[in-house]
């Protein structure tokens, strides 16, 4: 039985940035399975299947519909226990860090990176709901909010300092091989990578020679993906 992934639809058919969908293509990935991709606008969402959370990723595998990507993750490694996305329990719990600290700290970088950007990529149809709601949450238009993505490249690059760390003990946020955490990481790498044109990274960063690597996993799956940006 296939697998459909209900993915973020922007206004080019080929683009696709959600950084919580990135996460479940490179974990589905990972496990070596097949999925059929379903792309949904923002002011799409009765066409999710129920029930409904008004989010994706979801997944659908046969009769089992799951929704949040922390939530996909572990049922695949449930229901697919052979190549693990989390090694052991105690893995999932330190995955965890991982996940708050690039969804609370290094999240909204990339927003103040790219905001605009991703509003421009998206459906005629979904840009005023984008904005609505994404001003609600900032507190202001988003232009004000990516007034200077310079200075949010710098904190940027300045946050990923422990990973950087990490990185020349490891090639991977797992370890010796990639898995879940760096999934977590990827997908707002490629998020900024596919949606926007500027460029987060410099070329001489360890972090770039890291996003390179996950780039090249699964035979290019996210080096193949439609993307913006434009090297300096
Ligand atoms: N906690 C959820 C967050 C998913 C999420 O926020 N997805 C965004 C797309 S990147 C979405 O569907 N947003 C709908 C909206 O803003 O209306 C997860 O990990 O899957």
């Not at 329990?89 to 330190?94: C, F, G, N, R, V």
């Not at 940027?156 to 422990?162: D, I, K, S």
């Amino acid at each position: 039985m296939s697998i459909q992934l209900y993915d973020l639809a922007t206004a080019d058919p080929k683009l696709r940035f959600s950084p919580y969908c990135w996460r479940i293509k490179m974990a589905l990935a990972h496990k070596g399975l097949q999925w059929e991709e379903v792309p949904v606008h923002f002011t799409e969402k009765d066409r999710l299947p129920q029930p409904n959370v008004g989010t994706v990723p979801v997944l659908v595998d046969g009769d089992t519909v799951i929704s949040d990507s922390w939530t996909i993750a572990g049922y695949l490694d449930e229901r697919y226990p052979d190549k693990p996305l989390f090694a052991c329990a105690e893995s999932k719990a330190t995955a965890m860090l991982v996940r708050f600290w690039i969804e609370r700290t290094v999240h909204p970088f990339i927003t103040r990176m790219g905001v605009v950007d991703f509003m421009a990529a998206l459906h005629e149809k979904d840009k005023p709901y984008f904005r609505e709601s994404r001003e609600k949450r900032f507190g202001m238009p988003i232009e004000q909010y990516m007034n200077n993505r310079e200075e949010a490249r710098e904190g940027f690059v300045a946050t990923l300092e422990p990973l950087r760390a990490t990185l020349a003990e490891q090639p991977y946020v797992a370890g010796s091989r990639p898995a879940f955490a760096d999934y977590i990481l990827f997908g707002i790498l490629q998020w900024m990578r596919c949606g926007s044109p500027f460029p987060a990274l410099k070329k001489d960063d360890p972090v770039f020679a890291y996003r390179e690597r996950m780039l090249d996993l699964f035979d290019g799956l996210g080096r193949k993906a439609a993307h913006r940006e434009q090297l300096d």
